[in-house]
Structures are given as structure tokens and as C-alpha cells.
């Protein structure tokens, strides 16, 4: 079965400094995986994908993925954490071929804290 | 220009009322879909249409019922609304397969009494 970890449901960091939030996914073929962000009452806002080619992707806010299909992960990284960017972070993952299942398996997400 | 819309923000009922929620999205695109999140923040998908046409029905009761008049619009109709159904619905669009990537509505905050 397809599914998706977000090991932490917690991440705490200083402002300034670099920020990882984890993700790590199980799918029987090729997937693509995405980084959605929620800010406090809104809806999800699409930060980033990996669908081929290039490991590192980079995205919206000055954020970046890096695809290690032998670990199985798609961690969010950004090096300088800003205060304005504590929010809800979830991965995602669906199938390449998933054809008209359109279908993405969510994380539980992960709660950033960036401190001042 | 708001990309993906949602009508009403906030909607507070009885249990036992039927209640609609609206989603309009002007992005062109030809799927649409309705999730639940609920109050830990579990994100869970409910329906997919795909020009106007039903791809993923989880499994939701029937209470539930979608319905899209075109492509541009996918609208929520729940019966016999329950306690349990309190949390905030988000419509999304997207466009594969040159756009995968969802876009999300501001949500519908559902409470029931």
C-alpha cells in the first residue's frame, strides 16, 4: 500500500538558521511527491514537485526538496528559516502512472515553529 | 482574482440539517475535489471529478453527495448533518497532465450543533 511518514509533528528552529522538515514515502513504482504549506486558517498552498529529472527541485519562499529514491525521502530544506514561515508543511505522493487515479496520499504534517 | 473559491467560509447548523457548499474555480482547469480536514488536521480526500465526470470516491457516507454542473464548478451537498461532520472542507483543482499540482480553496469551516 502507497503511504506517506512525516516522522516529526513537531519542528522547532531559530531564525536564521537552516530548517529540514522529513518526509519519507512507500509506492510500488515511480512516484511524484509534492510539498504543500498551510498558513493559520487558509487553505493549502502548493510549495514544490518531483516528477523527473533533477534530485534538488526548488520552490516557492526560497524553498527546496531533494528526491533520494534509495531512502525513499523527499525532505523539505530551506538554509535560512524566516519567522513568516511557521506553518502546517505536507508531503504528498502519487503514482506516475496512476493514470485518470488522480489520487495523493497525504502525510499527517508537520507543525514548523521558527522563532525569533 | 481568487483562483479557487469556496461559499460559505463558515457555516453553522443543527444536527439533522442539509447544507450546501459551493466551489467555483476559474483556473480552467478539469478536476476537482472535495477533502475533509479535520480538527487534528488529518487531510483526507472525499471526491474527484473529472470533467464533470465521478474518478474517486472514498469512502465517505452517502449523506455525502457531490455534483458538478460543468467543469468550473463542484458543489458539496451533505443530509442529515451529524456532530462527526464538523471540520473544514477544502475544494482544489488541477489540471493534469500538464499540471499536477493541486490548488486549494480557503475552506468551508463546517460546525455542527
Known amino acids: 500500500a502507497q503511504s506517506v511518514a512525516q516522522p516529526e509533528d513537531q519542528v522547532n528552529v531559530a531564525e536564521g538558521n537552516p530548517l529540514t522538515v522529513k518526509c519519507t514515502y512507500s509506492?510500488?513504482?515511480?512516484?511524484?511527491l509534492f510539498w504543500y504549506v498551510q498558513y493559520p486558517n487558509r487553505g493549502l498552498q502548493f510549495l514544490l514537485k518531483?516528477?523527473?529529472?533533477d534530485n534538488l527541485v526548488k520552490g516557492s519562499y526560497g524553498f527546496e526538496a531533494e528526491f533520494n529514491k534509495s531512502q525513499t525521502s523527499f525532505h523539505l530544506k530551506k538554509p535560512s528559516a524566516l519567522v513568516s514561515d511557521s506553518a502546517l508543511y505536507f508531503c504528498?505522493?502519487?503514482?506516475?502512472?496512476?493514470?485518470?487515479?488522480?489520487?495523493?496520499?497525504w502525510g499527517l504534517g508537520t507543525s514548523l515553529a521558527v522563532n525569533p | 482574482d481568487t483562483a479557487v473559491s469556496q461559499t460559505p467560509k463558515y457555516l453553522v447548523t443543527q444536527m439533522g440539517n442539509d447544507k450546501s457548499i459551493k466551489c467555483e474555480q476559474n483556473?480552467?482547469?478539469?478536476?476537482m475535489y472535495w477533502y475533509k480536514q479535520d480538527s487534528k488536521k488529518f487531510l483526507k480526500i472525499m471526491f474527484s471529478y473529472n470533467n464533470k465526470e465521478l474518478i474517486i470516491n472514498e469512502t465517505v457516507p452517502n449523506r455525502f453527495s457531490p455534483k458538478s454542473p460543468d467543469k468550473a464548478h463542484l458543489n458539496l451537498h451533505i443530509n442529515s448533518l451529524e456532530l462527526g461532520d464538523s471540520a473544514v472542507y477544502f475544494c482544489a483543482s488541477s489540471h493534469p497532465p500538464e499540471g499536477i499540482e493541486q490548488f486549494f480553496g480557503p475552506g468551508t469551516r463546517l460546525t455542527v450543533l
Open positions: 483556473l480552467g482547469h478539469d478536476t
Open positions: 509506492v510500488s513504482g515511480n512516484p511524484y
Open positions: 518531483y516528477i523527473t529529472g
Open positions: 504528498a505522493v502519487r503514482l506516475s502512472n496512476a493514470g485518470n487515479n488522480r489520487k495523493l496520499i
